[in-house]
């Protein structure tokens, strides 16, 4: 799986581009904004078909640019957790307003609940419910791929702020946890900074042991 990362938007959240090489199909992960550094990164990956548009969850440095690159891309589909779905049509539940940011908004094409698979070409991610940053969070694990895409849930040697509508550091511990009972050689990469493995979280970051 080609993946490559590109900070992006008001904060550089992580945007993530990925691609199944045998099959050239791709997504997106969190466009916080849409910009021509995305586009290029996008055709850089070699995607012929993007599939799909993936959000962990919704605040606004994660998802402005979602409906734009909707609008580039009309045959891929926005997928976001089913309890942060407002967020893609409420710039308040979205934290737009609340931090005087534009918004764009959209609405998803498929909400997602733990539990649920989704494919890009040859490769299956399997959805896990992530709320304690926020409500209706969901992280995208590859087995095969040793690989998992976790938003705000946790940074490396760190974890996301709960302080938000929606967020609670209980609920979040409780998330860890899922993330602490991978393999420890499965790459996490996370919604801001760089990335990490579950060993060395499992290791350093005090939220975790």
Avoid: W
Wanted: with cysteine.
């Amino acid at each position: 799986m080609y993946i490559t990362t590109l900070p992006i938007g008001p904060v550089s959240a992580n945007c993530y581009i990925i691609c199944d090489e045998k099959t050239k199909i791709g997504a997106v992960i969190d466009p916080g904004d849409f910009t021509p550094s995305l586009l290029k990164a996008i055709k850089d990956a070699g995607i012929e078909e993007l599939k799909y548009i993936l959000c962990t969850h919704g605040h606004f440095d994660h998802i402005q640019g979602v409906s734009r690159l909707k609008e580039k891309y009309p045959e891929s589909e926005i997928l976001i957790g089913e309890k942060d779905c407002v967020a893609l049509s409420d710039s308040v539940v979205s934290l737009a307003s609340f931090f005087g940011a534009p918004f764009y908004p959209t609405v998803a094409d498929r909400v997602l609940n733990g539990g649920d698979k989704i494919t890009i070409g040859e490769i299956t991610f399997d959805v896990i419910s992530a709320p304690g940053h926020s409500e209706g969070g969901v992280m995208y694990y590859s087995k095969d791929e040793k690989a998992i895409f976790t938003g705000d849930t946790i940074f490396k040697g760190s974890i996301g702020r709960t302080d938000f509508n929606g967020g609670s550091m209980t609920v979040l511990m409780n998330t860890l946890q899922k993330i602490k009972r991978l393999p420890e050689d499965v790459k996490i990469y996370s919604g801001h900074g760089e990335a990490t493995t579950v060993k060395y979280e499992t290791e350093y970051n005090m939220y975790l042991r």
